[in-house]
């Protein structure tokens, strides 16, 4: 690992440009490290992100049956749901902890980018929220029978909501001032998302408060994207969502770069 940085370093060098291509090379760099720190555990982060969704899954296909509607909302529910552990909670947690390593005085030491250290590390967690989510679609098309007849444009649904909420998790974990906040604030803002916005229910299903509530989640926009694309009636309304939800990951890891300081404390 101290290769890497080592190798990061020397690739930018303190009198180096900051020409794009810097960057570009200086993002790599770190993406590349971040992906090291993970080579031994991927396979258990897999299965801890999709354990919870598969039970919700399996649970409420036992309630709604096999009707097509309710059963596309509840497997796309479980893979937003597995998003949000993967991307939010779990990167949350993760900066939470960094902190408390005094993790990020290290980098305090190379001449980088603060918002490319965040896009490498929300990177990351993208990355590892992929798998999960087609353990999910695979499981609800293999056992549940998802109704589904995939738009091309799920891939990029996946990368743009799995954006969007690491995006989120960056913003509640450098916003909290120590490790053990930051895992108490994503515990409230998962359920929050999920079971609070049209996520397994139609917005129609929801009160009249939390219809106009859940306008301001993510979730609401990547489980409608999902349904979407998962359906082939890709419009320009899910386009317009998706824009929504690239702009929402625009504006929390911009504020989230503004946030983080490389001192620990300050």
């Not at 909670?89 to 980098?107: C, N, R, V, W």
């Not at 994503?186 to 929050?192: A, F, I």
């Not at 899910?238 to 504006?251: D, H, I, M, Q, S």
Request: glycine share 8%; net charge positive; charged share 15%.
């Amino acid at each position: 690992m101290s290769s890497v940085r080592d190798e990061a370093h020397r690739a930018r060098g303190p009198e180096a440009p900051a020409s794009a291509a810097a960057r570009i090379r200086e993002f790599g760099w770190l993406l590349r490290q971040e992906l090291y720190l993970l080579r031994l555990r991927w396979f258990w982060y897999v299965v801890m992100v999709s354990f919870t969704p598969l039970l919700m899954m399996a649970f409420l296909w036992m309630l709604v049956g096999p009707e097509p509607d309710r059963l596309l909302y509840v497997i796309t529910g479980s893979v937003a749901q597995g998003l949000c552990s993967a991307a939010m909670l779990s990167l949350g947690q993760d900066i939470g902890t960094m902190k408390d390593a005094g993790t990020f005085e290290y980098y305090a030491s190379l001449p980088i980018s603060k918002l490319n250290f965040i896009l490498a590390v929300a990177t990351r967690a993208v990355i590892l929220a992929l798998p999960s989510s087609l353990v999910l679609l695979a499981a609800g098309s293999l056992f549940f029978g998802l109704p589904a007849r995939p738009s091309p444009v799920l891939a990029l649904v996946l990368i743009c909501a799995g954006y969007s909420l690491a995006g989120l998790g960056a913003f509640v974990g450098f916003f909290s001032p120590e490790g053990r906040v930051a895992g108490w604030a994503t515990q409230l803002v998962h359920p929050v998302l999920v079971f609070l916005a049209p996520v397994y229910l139609p917005p129609e299903s929801l009160p009249p408060v939390l219809r106009f509530t859940s306008r301001f989640f993510p979730t609401t926009y990547v489980a409608s994207t999902l349904r979407a694309s998962l359906l082939g009636q890709v419009t320009a309304a899910t386009w317009k969502e998706l824009a929504g939800l690239a702009g929402w990951t625009v504006v929390t890891l911009w504020i989230a770069s503004t946030r983080l300081s490389w001192r620990a404390r300050e």
